[in-house]
């Protein structure tokens, strides 16, 4: 297994679990969160689903688990076969395993309990956080070896720590609006938080978010930071731009279950471009001068 062909595998690991973080918005925002009402089997002695949209919907999220097991399974496994192998790698594809372990339990406790908002709230944050185990794994496979740490990166933490509390207002914000996951007419059960309320919190951190980018940005400039780390951060102050714009207009047209849906693509895609910004693997590639460079460092510069 070479350095290539790993970095392949986990990049398909990533691929699927961002597309079970949508797929399962879909379940939520389409009503389709009992459209399977037992687990595993989607209904009592029956396994597939019958042709009726919302049991499709939610039996298709199912079908998409699976994928995922079998991508983070081949990521274990190439981590051992990988020449050379690698204890970080290893570690962190057994991590994407027991995330996904926990994911499959969590979410048949969140159908046997009819879609609980507070067990929904964390299957989504899990969600979250096994995007980012596959997004450290997917980084640190380009480099072989992984380069030493630059001193001095404080400024890092500042963005990686309020896209995380603007995340989980999100989730809050999302847990008492109207999006249950259940069905029209049913009884819909959500968080304790008055939404004008939790949406204000929710927009002040993203606020305070643009804020720190911005002088985090100004501040990279006048220390002349690498290109390529200044460029990973404007890609963040984007994406942090269009989301806040997803936001408030679906905060003021009474939160349409379409730009629910995007808004929740746009959290997981800021969420990747942040640990990437954050993950601290210098010399960044535009640093090294290939013509130059031994030749150890010229097959890392093209592993990544």
Known sequence: MTPQRYRQITGFALVALVGIVITGGAVRLTGSGLGCSD??????????????????????????TGIVSV???????????????????????????????????????????????????????????LVGNAVVL????????????????????????????????????????????????EAIERLPF????????HGISVVALCVVVIATMTYLSQHKAPAAEQWRLRLVLLALVLQAAVGYVQYLNDVPALLV?????????????????????????????ADSAPADVKDSILVQ
Request: one cysteine or more; charged letters at 15%; a neutral charge.
């Open 138 to 185: 997917h980084a640190r496979a380009g480099y072989d070896p992984v380069p030493p740490r630059r001193s001095g990166r404080w400024y890092r933490w500042p963005v990686t720590a309020l896209t995380t509390v603007a995340i989980a207002l999100g989730t809050l914000v999302t847990g008492s609006g109207p999006h249950s996951g259940q069905r029209d007419g």
């Open 261 to 289: 849906g995007i808004h929740i693509a746009g959290a997981t895609i800021l969420w990747i471009l942040v640990l990437w910004f954050h993950l601290d693997l210098s010399p960044e590639p535009d640093d090294l001068e």
């Open 39 to 64: 687990w595993p089997t989607c209904e009592q002695d029956q396994f597939v689903a019958d042709l009726e949209i919302h049991a499709m919907i939610e039996f298709i999220n199912r079908l998409i």
């Open 194 to 201: 008055a939404i004008p309320s939790i949406a204000r919190a």
């Open 71 to 129: 991508a983070v399974m081949a990521a274990v496994l190439a981590s051992i076969k990988r020449i050379p192998r690698r204890r970080d790698l290893l570690l962190l594809s057994w991590g994407l395993v027991a995330g996904v372990l926990g994911q499959i339990v969590l979410g048949a406790f969140v159908v046997l309990s009819h879609l609980n908002p507070w067990l929904v709230l964390w299957h989504f944050l899990l969600a979250i956080a």
